[in-house]
């Protein structure tokens, strides 16, 4: 009986237990089965890390690069894992501060977050997430592409620029501080 049992446990252990599948970053999730995990597997988000800096019409851009591994998200009701790229950010205009994400924690502040959602072109350029300011201002995406080993240009493309009067209040800044362009030039320090 004891036997039996032991017998017994093992095949619900080993039917029970699935393994993660891994996927390259660009897989589709249609189709994957739930908590698969999409993986830097060519270390093609690892060309971005670090600081950048640029300069966009009067104001100095700088940009904090850097890459989580296997980061919980959720697409389409699924839970999944995936490596990302976070920018936090820093727009100055004569030494003054316009605005900064230097001290975010993008596992509690939800707000001005950047987080990479795919590579494209062969890993040349990837696509990121912009969570907009107050109450989603300037929601939107930012596309990163590859120049040379020390440069990539910028592109952001917000979906949004206005507020809603009703939900948000109104003593708060609702203005987009990061550059609203394309080919924006920054170089690695």
Not at 89 to 110: C, G, H, M, P
Not at 138 to 157: D, H, M, P, R, V
């Amino acid at each position: 009986m004891r036997k039996g049992l032991i017998i017994l446990w093992i095949f619900f252990v080993v039917f029970s237990c699935k393994a993660q599948q891994i996927h390259p970053l660009n897989t589709s999730v249609r189709g994957v089965s739930e908590n698969s995990y999409f993986k830097d597997l060519d270390d093609e988000l690892d060309y971005y890390i670090g600081t950048w800096n640029a300069s966009f019409q009067d104001k100095g851009i700088t940009l904090q690069i850097l890459k989580q591994i296997k980061v919980p998200t959720k697409y389409f009701n699924k839970n999944y894992y995936t490596d990302q790229l976070f920018i936090r950010y820093e727009v100055k205009k004569n030494d003054t501060i316009l605005e900064s994400t230097f001290n975010k924690d993008f596992n509690t502040d939800i707000g001005l977050s950047v987080r990479s959602v795919y590579t494209k072109d062969d890993g040349n350029s990837v696509t990121l997430l912009f969570s907009g300011g107050n109450c989603s201002v300037g929601i939107g995406t930012i596309t990163l592409k590859k120049i040379n080993a020390s440069q990539f240009s910028w592109g952001y493309y917000p979906g949004t620029t206005t507020r809603n009067d009703i939900n948000c209040p109104p003593d708060r800044e609702y203005k987009i501080h990061l550059p609203e362009t394309e080919n924006l030039i920054f170089t690695k320090q």
